[in-house]
């Protein structure tokens, strides 16, 4: 099912949001307030992406991806952010967000982002239907989508399992930003490469012992990150 929830309070802009998704073959809900959204999600199971206005009276767009995060890793969470929000965009990310798309944006830019988002929260691809990747203490199952860490579950996002499916399949190789990127976000990906590095950065909360020292992902300065098996 290809449904996407639309959570913004301006109504020409919801509705151009709307329109947009509706012609690329999407079924869209709509909501014009955060508490509106949380009952909708709640309501129908089967949204798998879900774009959030950060900006809004009453429960705001982080609030919403907080609580969605907690309670649904796989799907699709897209921020909505004004230009000179720099800080929004880092935020969202933080707080689970996969993506972002900063206003004004063109309906193809946001169409691909949507795309994206559903091919990855649409369950396992076909060559990783079984087997599993393991880098002490770490295991990677491939059929579940699952990481574990001395046997104990790390809840992932779907962009978080990507990470770690290509770190752990390229021990000790420097990738770059732009090679993480290609991999994870698709080649057809309109963003910047800092959206690496904030879900990187929220990859290690998870995953290191010291985020702020980390020595499973580290970084190669000026080029990219690599994970020491």
Same mark, same amino acid.
């Given at each position: 099912m %290809?449904?996407?929830?639309v959570?913004e309070?301006?109504?020409?802009?919801?509705g151009?949001?709307v329109? +947009?998704?509706?012609?690329?073959?999407?079924?869209?809900?709509e909501?014009?307030?955060?508490?509106?959204?949380l009952?909708?999600?709640?309501?129908?199971?089967d949204?798998?992406?879900?774009?959030?206005?950060v900006m809004?009276?009453?429960i705001?767009g982080?609030?919403?991806?907080?609580?969605?995060?907690? +309670?649904?890793?796989n799907?699709g969470?897209?921020?909505?952010?004004?230009?000179? *929000?720099?800080?929004?965009k880092?935020t969202?990310?933080?707080?689970?967000?996969?993506?972002?798309v900063t206003?004004p944006?063109?309906?193809?830019e946001l169409?691909a982002?949507?795309?994206?988002?559903m091919r990855?929260s649409?369950?396992?691809e076909?060559?990783e239907?079984?087997?599993?990747?393991?880098?002490?203490?770490?295991t990677?199952?491939?059929? +579940?989508r699952?990481?574990?860490? +001395?046997g *104990?579950?790390?809840?992932?996002?779907q962009?978080?399992?990507g990470l770690?499916k290509l770190?752990m399949?390229n021990?000790?190789?420097?990738?770059?930003?732009?090679?993480i990127?290609?991999?994870?976000?698709?080649h057809?990906?309109f963003?910047?490469?800092?959206?690496?590095d904030?879900?990187?950065? %929220?990859?290690?909360?998870?995953?290191?012992?010291n985020?702020?020292n980390?020595?499973y992902?580290?970084?190669v300065?000026?080029?990219?990150y690599?994970?020491?098996?």
């Amino acid at each position: 099912m %290809r449904k996407v929830l639309v959570l913004e309070d301006e109504a020409n802009i919801r509705g151009f949001i709307v329109i +947009n998704l509706r012609r690329a073959g999407y079924e869209v809900v709509e909501a014009e307030s955060g508490e509106e959204a949380l009952e909708k999600l709640k309501a129908q199971k089967d949204i798998r992406v879900a774009l959030l206005d950060v900006m809004l009276p009453g429960i705001d767009g982080f609030e919403v991806c907080r609580r969605l995060r907690a +309670n649904d890793a796989n799907i699709g969470i897209i921020m909505l952010t004004a230009r000179s *929000q720099e800080m929004d965009k880092v935020t969202g990310l933080m707080t689970g967000a996969d993506d972002y798309v900063t206003k004004p944006f063109s309906p193809a830019e946001l169409t691909a982002r949507v795309d994206a988002l559903m091919r990855r929260s649409g369950g396992a691809e076909p060559e990783e239907k079984s087997g599993e990747l393991t880098s002490p203490p770490f295991t990677l199952n491939l059929r +579940n989508r699952t990481l574990e860490k +001395n046997g *104990q579950r790390v809840k992932l996002t779907q962009v978080e399992y990507g990470l770690m499916k290509l770190f752990m399949e390229n021990p000790g190789k420097a990738l770059s930003r732009e090679e993480i990127l290609d991999t994870v976000w698709g080649h057809d990906y309109f963003g910047e490469l800092k959206i690496v590095d904030v879900n990187i950065r %929220r990859l290690r909360l998870k995953i290191e012992d010291n985020a702020t020292n980390p020595t499973y992902i580290t970084t190669v300065w000026g080029y990219g990150y690599k994970w020491e098996a």
